[in-house]
């Protein structure tokens, strides 16, 4: 079973840039297809981005396409989330998202299963 951890938070002006991590436990992370997701007060989670296994494959919201970037280290156990040019919709508590790679695809957004606690970022305008 995966332990996932976000961190790399924080408040931010519009226009700036943060990068999240989410630091995985155990040994199988590499079987793991990663994802990130976000939720914004009064509103339902929603999907942002995922990456397979092996890293060779990434998938995005329309919403962030173009400005956000999803990588991992398998390495490392993490996944990383870099967010360029941020506004203030993007504003929320984003989360560290896994699913087994022989369960679902990495595209497969609602197949997500194994989370972490959050990580707020704001963006002030």
């Known amino acids: 079973q995966v332990q996932l951890v976000e961190s790399g938070g924080g408040l931010v002006q519009a226009g700036g840039s943060l990068r999240l991590s989410c630091a995985a436990s155990?040994?199988?992370?590499?079987?793991?297809?990663m994802g990130w997701f976000r939720q914004a007060p009064g509103k339902e989670r929603e999907f942002v981005a995922s990456?397979?296994?092996?890293?060779?494959?990434?998938y995005y919201a329309d919403s962030v396409k173009g400005r956000f970037t999803i990588s991992r280290d398998n390495a490392k156990n993490t996944v990383y989330l870099q967010m360029n040019s941020l506004k203030p919709e993007d504003t929320a508590v984003y989360y560290c998202?896994?699913?087994?790679?022989?369960?679902?695809?990495?595209?497969?957004?609602?197949?997500?299963?194994?989370w972490g606690q959050g990580t707020q970022v704001t963006v002030s305008s």
């Open positions: 998202a896994a699913v087994p790679k022989w369960s679902a695809s990495y595209y497969q957004t609602d197949r997500y299963d194994k």
């Open positions: 990456i397979s296994w092996s890293g060779g494959s990434t």
């Open positions: 155990g040994r199988t992370f590499s079987s793991y297809h």
